[in-house]
């Protein structure tokens, strides 16, 4: 008859153990999160904002603990927003990207959301690097605003 209550003891002491481990899994695809929008897509979007300054463009950087964005303005009308996204799989955390555009109103309007491109096609952190959020980027926004 105590057999039962040892079983109800282990089951427990089993839920404590797992939400423990689950709780610092979570910890740390938190940290891992935040180490990729500060080491690889904050800097990326540093280097962008630099160079679009070059050709009159303004820019402005938004970052919260899953997210990032870049806006560009031209003649102080928004041109054209990419924002990297970051979710939480089993696994660990993967990136994504919106892109927005202006539509023929002016309003902004989501043209792409996706993987951002790399050469591994994966959507896992550790395998997206600064230089291709800067490729990415710069591929959206060539075609974003070709000339139509």
């Not at 089951?11 to 500060?38: A, C, I, N, P, V």
């Not at 003649?75 to 555009?101: H, I």
């Not at 993987?115 to 974003?144: C, G, P, V, W």
């Amino acid at each position: 008859m105590d057999d039962w209550k040892k079983q109800l003891e282990d089951h427990f002491e089993e839920l404590k153990t797992t939400r423990k481990e689950f709780k610092d899994r979570q910890e740390g695809m938190k940290s891992q999160g935040k180490r990729f929008l500060k080491k690889s897509v904050m800097p990326a979007f540093m280097e962008i904002k630099s160079e679009l300054h070059k050709h009159k463009r303004e820019c402005s950087l938004d970052a919260r603990k899953d997210w990032a964005a870049l806006m560009v303005k031209k003649n102080k009308k928004k041109e054209f927003v990419y924002e990297v996204n970051l979710t939480s799989d089993g696994d660990g955390m993967l990136a994504s990207k919106s892109v927005y555009v202006p539509n023929e109103k002016g309003k902004l309007k989501l043209g792409v959301e996706g993987k951002i491109r790399n050469k591994t096609h994966s959507m896992k952190l550790d395998k997206i690097s600064k230089d291709d959020i800067l490729t990415d980027f710069l591929e959206e926004y060539r075609q974003a605003t070709r000339v139509k």
